[in-house]
């Protein structure tokens, strides 16, 4: 009944270590050039938010505060997912591609709400479209940089 069964030893396999993806508070992101290009974008979008409001036109501050708002959330919460390690941990989702063409839509939304702001408002709206200028360069060359990293398949981290 239990023949030989001192000397069938199941030996267990040794797997390879696998990294695992833990995440982590990383105050260095903030230091690195898509980490100063998403504070540049938060700050722009918070300046021009504030001037926009400050601002006696009607139709325009419709429109900026609807950009404002969806900008600033998604910007603040990409932030966070870089800040926490979110993207690393889940690095099955293609970010660079999303961050993309979220970086796209807001240079073109951006392009047309500045203008309108600039041409419908008094000197505010000479302000906001700075601003929006300002904006404009930080989601593009974010974008570029998402592109770049996206067609050279590189990890989001």
């Known amino acids: 009944m239990f023949d030989n069964y001192g000397q069938n030893h199941a030996q267990a396999e040794t797997a390879s270590p696998q990294s695992t993806k833990v995440l982590r508070f990383d105050k ?56 926490f390690h979110f993207v ?19 240079v073109l939304t951006y392009i047309g709400t500045s203008i309108f702001a600039a041409t419908l408002a008094e000197s505010v709206g000479y302000a906001v479209g700075f601003f929006g200028l300002c904006a404009i360069g930080a989601y593009a060359f ?16």
């Open 28 to 83: 260095q992101y903030v230091k690195t050039t898509p980490g100063i290009l998403k504070i540049v974008q938060l700050v722009c979008n918070i300046i021009g938010f504030i001037c926009i409001k400050v601002s006696s036109a009607f139709i325009s501050p419709i429109f900026y505060n609807l950009l404002y708002w969806i900008a600033n959330t998604i910007t603040l919460f990409l932030l966070v997912m870089y800040m």
């Open 88 to 106: 690393e941990k889940y690095d099955h989702l293609p970010w660079y591609k999303l961050e993309f063409f979220y970086c796209c839509a807001v």
């Open 142 to 157: 974010d974008g570029f940089l998402k592109y770049r990293g996206w067609k050279r398949g590189l990890p989001p981290q």
